[in-house]
């Protein structure tokens, strides 16, 4: 069993909230075993990994259901079925879903406010209020999806540029990653250090801390997307540090390992860390090396303590 939609689980949320006053806490795991899904699905979390799938999906359920005054709320993060929620379970319906909510006129005036928004932003003029309008995913889900393809198409481009210029370059681009994950100490000492090609089978070495308490040792290859590293290229690197009385390492490559090369790191004395080129470029985003902001969204929620009254 996958997780229902929101539209899904618009009746057995009304149908709850028909016995008096809950919160969403109070019937997620009613609505998890109704539907029978497993502890993995009512654990998973959205792209953002900041909110349960199931309880996002649910919110949003309960919030267009209350613009179809089906729903109210009494108190801060309660919600209790109105008078017009009860008349409707009592017709016994067997979905509740948009195309039903879209005939209270309240809904539909919301509702088209939001489909003309969208319709603007393709400069176009919008038609009528329709069915097709209606996604299966959240608004939020929907933003999510959108930035995850942003996201993914980023990376693919960064591994390209990266490929097209020289080691030089890429050596440099490790020395600024590295100091913006907070190794090296300054970007001065960690650009002297690394980049010693042929040093004891190693590329480079950093610091771990400003101190330069503990270090770690660099190995960056710039491969192409279809150049597999191998077990024998790790484990040369892994000699390298067994040479160098050294039990820290980090390789880096802008294509993949192969399995017999990560599970060759699982089980050492040393400790090391393979970055393939999607870590890498997913490392250069989170940490903003090689890339720059084109334009901030600001989506914001309504502050519940605001509305607390003592």
Do not use: C
């Not at 050596?171 to 913006?180: P, S, Y």
């Not at 994950?181 to 480079?204: C, E, F, N």
């Amino acid at each position: 069993m996958t997780i229902p939609d929101y539209q899904s689980l618009m009746l057995p949320v009304l149908r709850f909230a028909a016995e008096g006053e809950k919160r969403v806490a109070d019937v997620e795991n009613r609505i998890a075993d109704e539907f029978n899904l497993t502890q993995e699905e009512r654990d998973e979390l959205l792209p953002s990994g900041r909110q349960r799938i199931l309880h996002n999906r649910i919110h949003w359920a309960k919030f267009y259901m209350s613009k179809a005054g089906l729903i109210t709320s009494p108190a801060r993060g309660r919600f209790v079925a109105t008078e017009a929620g009860r008349t409707l379970l009592a017709t016994k319906p067997t979905r509740i879903d948009v195309e039903l909510l879209l005939k209270s006129p309240g809904f539909r005036e919301f509702y088209r406010g939001g489909a003309e928004a969208a319709e603007k932003t393709r400069r176009s003029n919008p038609a009528d209020v329709t069915l097709a309008e209606a996604s299966p995913s959240t608004p939020e889900e929907q933003i999510e999806a959108a930035f995850r393809s942003v996201q993914l198409a980023l990376r693919a481009e960064l591994l390209e540029r990266i490929v097209q210029n020289s080691p030089i370059f890429f050596e440099q681009l490790i020395v600024d990653l590295l100091v913006a994950m907070g190794y090296g100490g300054s970007h001065k000492t960690a650009a002297a250090q690394l980049g010693r090609s042929g040093d004891g089978g190693v590329d480079g070495v950093v610091n771990e801390d400003p101190l330069g308490l503990d270090r770690v040792y660099v190995q960056a290859k710039r491969y192409a997307e279809t150049n597999t590293v191998g077990r024998p290229d790790v484990q040369a690197f892994v000699g390298s540090l067994v040479g160098l009385g050294a039990t820290k390492g980090v390789f880096v490559t802008t294509s993949i390992f192969s399995s017999q090369a990560r599970d060759f790191v699982k089980h050492l004395t040393q400790r090391v860390i393979l970055i393939d080129g999607q870590r890498l470029a997913d490392l250069m985003i989170e940490h903003g090396v090689g890339v720059r902001v084109s334009r901030a969204l600001e989506f914001k929620r309504l502050d519940e303590d605001f509305f607390a009254e003592e």
